[in-house]
């Protein structure tokens, strides 16, 4: 599975937008790109996935480069509820999400 | 719909004892897993199980053991709890199969102290 690099830490202004960088520079073609997030030690909650095409939910956009080596997750409205954890994460072909240290993200009132 | 749920919540073990802790998910989903997380830090993997019948290692298997009853429930089992086990861990069930799949459900732990 590629490894993922990520901040590990930001802040983020309630209300404005929240933009998570994450590498992924070894990814291959068949991975995708996921993203996770874990609010105050409980269980962690998914918020997104893709391949290599921009995706969009009623949580969050997510954005990948054309290279596929990066991508950002975009939380278009920051409240204070989305203080957490968040975990990029390269799924490969076993069943398995291998999670990282992820980043600490902040949004102060 | 309750998802995965966990027993128990809490627990504090002695050095040496034993415990199972239990996970079950009403979702119908093919591959569980078992995750620790130590303070301050990500989700280790610890078993998963692809779909019923089977059962495979993660990062940190030794001292624990599991078993998929069925298709809906995946034990963990501590044979001689360690100070160093614990932690807080985390079931989780997907129906992924492969590269694409769909979201993973977590648990909402199992908060874990050896003394």
């Known amino acids: 599975d590629a490894k993922t690099t990520q901040p590990t830490s930001m802040d983020c202004a309630e209300g404005r937008a929240a933009n998570l960088p994450c590498n992924h520079s070894?990814?291959?073609?068949?991975?995708?790109v996921y993203w996770y997030r874990q609010i105050h030690s409980q269980g962690p909650q998914y918020i997104i996935h893709?391949?290599?095409n921009n995706e969009t939910n009623e949580m969050a956009s997510l954005i990948i480069t054309e290279d596929r080596k990066s991508s950002t997750l975009i939380l278009p409205h920051a409240t204070l509820r989305d203080t957490a954890v968040y975990y990029c994460?390269?799924?490969?072909?076993?069943?398995?999400?291998?999670f990282g240290a992820g980043t600490t993200v902040t949004v102060r009132a | 719909n309750a998802g995965v749920t966990q027993t128990p919540k809490f627990q504090v073990l002695k050095t040496g004892q034993s415990m199972t802790l239990q996970c079950a998910q009403d979702?119908?989903?093919?591959?569980m897993y078992w995750y620790r997380q130590d303070p301050g830090m990500g989700l280790r993997l610890i078993y998963y199980?692809?779909?019923?019948?089977?059962?495979d290692k993660g990062e940190v298997p030794n001292g624990y053991n599991v078993s998929r009853l069925n298709k809906r429930e995946f034990s963990l089992r501590l044979e001689s709890a360690a100070p160093s086990q614990t932690s807080v861990y985390f079931c989780?069930?997907?129906?992924?199969?492969?590269?694409?799949?769909?979201?993973?459900?977590f648990g909402q732990g199992t908060r874990l102290t050896v003394v």
């Open positions: 989780a069930s997907s129906e992924s199969k492969g590269a694409k799949g769909t979201e993973a459900f």
């Open positions: 070894t990814i291959s073609g068949n991975e995708y």
């Open positions: 893709g391949l290599k």
């Open positions: 994460i390269v799924k490969g072909h076993d069943y398995k999400l291998s």
């Open positions: 979702m119908n989903h093919n591959s």
């Open positions: 199980s692809a779909s019923e019948g089977t059962t």
